[in-house]
């Protein structure tokens, strides 16, 4: 899979950690102690450039606190109602926007799209409003385009984004369960146009039963889909 010099490394389940040419750190989503299959040596993921925030499921927000708190100075974006709550917990340094919009950080450009999924924020023992589900556009210096598509189904936008951003990459779910499978996974790649597809959220806990291999088989040839390891480098 060609990423122009890109480097990403799955931490497992749906948090992904990008260097870019340039050598920034930019980190998709916040699991990271709290995830089963994050290697230990990431639980910390050491000097960041950026963060992306997804939505506010606790899987992808649980560690979001403790990391954002450590770095101050590390810039963060999430959905509006996300970005709030973390603010008023402490974290200085998250933006808000929406979708449609785009930001530029750790040297890369990202837009913020739809999702089809929910979203919400577990505080202590109270579940607060967490905004909508969103997935990212990721357009990097060197004219790599990726699709990050957060927690979702299969949705016909995607044909949107093959039309307006033309990605190369997507990142997708194909756990089922609580996101697509296999099956849907497959005619997003079909929809988006990508030449290349990393798994993930799988495999974490017992529903999320999708596998790479499921996806291969009914893509076909001429889409590159490698099996994902936690901590391990790609390309």
Known sequence: MDLKGNKVIWLGHGTWLWETSEGKRLLVDLFLANNPKCPPEYHDPGQLDGIL????????????VSTLTARPDTPAYAILEVAGFLNAKGCANVTGFNKGGTVEVAGVKATMVNAVHSSSVLDGDQIVVGGDPAGYIMEFPDGLVVYHAGDTDVFSDMALYREIYAPTVAVLPIGDFFTMGPRQAAHAVRLL???????????????LVGRPNQVRELVGAGVDIPDTEPGVTLP
């Open 193 to 207: 146009g990508v030449s290349g597809v990393l798994c993930g959220h799988y495999g974490t806990f017992p529903p």
């Open 53 to 64: 925030i997804t939505h506010g499921h606790i899987d992808h927000l649980a560690d979001a």
